[in-house]
């Protein structure tokens, strides 16, 4: 769509107002309401103007004035808006140069698939991420002075199995065992007609939705797969993905979250990244190499492994992600490849025999993550190993958490902290400043940001299960 059909599609649909929404560095979306009629062809090259010194991350109070350009090739109306609404997404730009601001994570995957087209090795990157959450029936938590805590719960939780039910509540005994969520049927399941209705918004504000299950942890973890596109539409939809995913848990009486790890004991939720390159509409990963893949694709996965633990910072980006990339559940900590292997950091999906199915899963991201950040680095990481023709070494066949310790130790891992992605960040983000997709500006702000923000908070406060661990020494 451009200007005029977008006016259009607002005139056709009886709009009222335009929602304008962005993304923050941390990965929060926010947004401006417009009446209709401020939206004119005018606005998609000016803009509207806000404060971006408000935002988490963003400009100092002397440099706040910003402006937000929609881009008219994604709209859709709202759908939890009870007066007509039509919603874009917009970029964040120098009111002065007009050139996309240098914190924006929208302008960051808009300079990455541009940098992607001049290096000349593809024109398109195909990303497919799959976001898996939590639904719960309640959550509450505080953090005081004297006091600290937390509750989750859900009826399908298996510490709910001694519950003693009433006449309005009973206890039916359909309850899920630890790790042992796994697409079961009703009433195992419990979450079937909630994510039958999440995938019913999603398709009428265009995301096209492929599959539906629950996951393997207890207590309501989901997923919901939707199709791959190139990287700056798949990082929209998972922002749409996530608005719509919590907006009809609420409609549902439900709360729903993409916490990496909110739950003791059991899995946590993971975003892996399924990518692939494309030129001309021919696919770039089908070859004669191991799995089926081409050179080009096996120096791609050399350049992930290498750059894994400076990627990690974006990918998996917050204190709780370092609770899900733990050995034992699921979660690829070892920085190896394999052909099915789930516990192999990359991962070659053999679904398919077609070559336009071969892709690479990158399995250590986590939907905490800045997907317009994340997919960029990805794919710079990618690059760099095709640029480069970084060698990943011999694939690894084999569950990597049943190997012997003399042979475990000869396979690199993932930062077991945030605290050491970041450091591994500052020590390695040269590939990431390749024509000027990241700056060292925004880099520096990312990881002030976390060490200030996320990481000293939680040193300065105590835990509750040091209380149990300490009050009496």
């Not at 451009?2 to 947004?31: C, M, Q």
């Not at 939780?157 to 009433?166: C, K, P």
């Not at 902290?417 to 390749?434: G, I, R, V």
Request: net charge negative; glycine share 6%; proline share 7%.
């Amino acid at each position: 769509m451009n200007a005029k059909s977008v006016i259009a599609y607002a005139a056709e649909h009886e709009a009222k107002f335009v929602s304008v929404r962005f993304t923050d560095l941390p990965g929060a979306w926010h947004h401006l309401t417009y009446p209709i009629h401020n939206l004119t062809e005018d606005v998609f090259e000016d803009g509207f103007g806000f404060d971006a010194s408000s935002l988490r991350g963003w400009a100092a109070i002397n440099e706040s004035d910003m402006l937000l350009i929609p881009d008219p090739s994604r709209v859709w109306i709202d759908p939890f808006a009870e007066e007509t609404t039509i919603c874009l997404i917009a970029n964040v730009v120098e009111p002065i140069t007009k050139e996309g601001y240098g914190l924006d994570p929208r302008s960051v995957a808009v300079r990455a698939e541009s940098y992607l087209r001049f290096t000349g090795i593809a024109d398109t990157v195909n990303v497919g991420p799959e976001a898996e959450f939590f639904v719960f029936d309640s959550a509450s938590f505080h953090c005081g002075q004297n006091s600290a805590g937390f509750k989750v719960d859900s009826e399908e939780g298996h510490w709910n199995s001694g519950r003693v039910g009433n006449d309005e509540n009973p206890n039916l005994g359909y309850h899920i065992r630890a790790k042992e969520g796994y697409v079961p049927v009703a009433p195992i399941d419990t979450l079937i007609d909630l994510r039958n209705a999440i995938s019913l918004v999603l398709a009428d504000v265009g995301i096209d939705v492929e599959c539906h299950h629950h996951e393997v942890s207890t207590a309501g973890q989901c997923e919901i797969d939707f199709r791959f596109s190139n990287l700056l539409h798949t990082a929209d939809n998972v922002m749409l993905f996530k608005n719509v995913v919590k907006n009809t848990a609420v409609m549902h009486g439900r709360t729903a979250t993409f916490m990496p790890k909110p739950l003791y004991g059991d899995n946590g939720s993971g975003m892996h990244c399924h990518q692939s390159l494309w030129k001309d509409g021919n696919p770039l990963f089908a070859g004669e190499e191991y799995a089926g893949l081409s050179e080009m694709a096996k120096f791609y996965i050399g350049g992930l492994l290498k750059h894994a633990p400076a990627l990690v910072a974006f990918a998996a980006p917050t204190t709780n992600s370092y609770k899900r990339l733990v050995p034992g559940f699921e979660a690829p900590v070892n920085l190896a490849y394999s052909a099915r292997n789930r516990s192999a950091a990359v991962r070659i999906p053999m679904f398919s025999p077609s070559p336009k199915a071969k892709r690479l899963e990158f399995r250590p991201p986590d939907p905490s993550c800045n997907p317009y950040i994340t997919f960029a680095a990805l794919l710079m990481a990618g690059l760099d190993g095709v640029q480069n023709r970084i060698d990943p070494g011999a694939p690894l066949d084999k569950d990597i958490y049943d190997l012997p310790p003399e042979e475990l130790a000869n396979v690199p891992s993932l930062p077991g902290s945030l605290d050491e992605a970041l450091k591994a960040l500052e020590d390695d983000h040269e590939f990431l400043l390749k024509g000027d997709v990241f700056t060292k500006t925004m880099i520096d702000r990312w990881i002030s940001y976390k060490r200030e923000k996320e990481i000293t908070p939680l040193r300065l406060r105590p835990h509750p299960l040091e209380f149990s661990m300490y009050y009496d020494v």
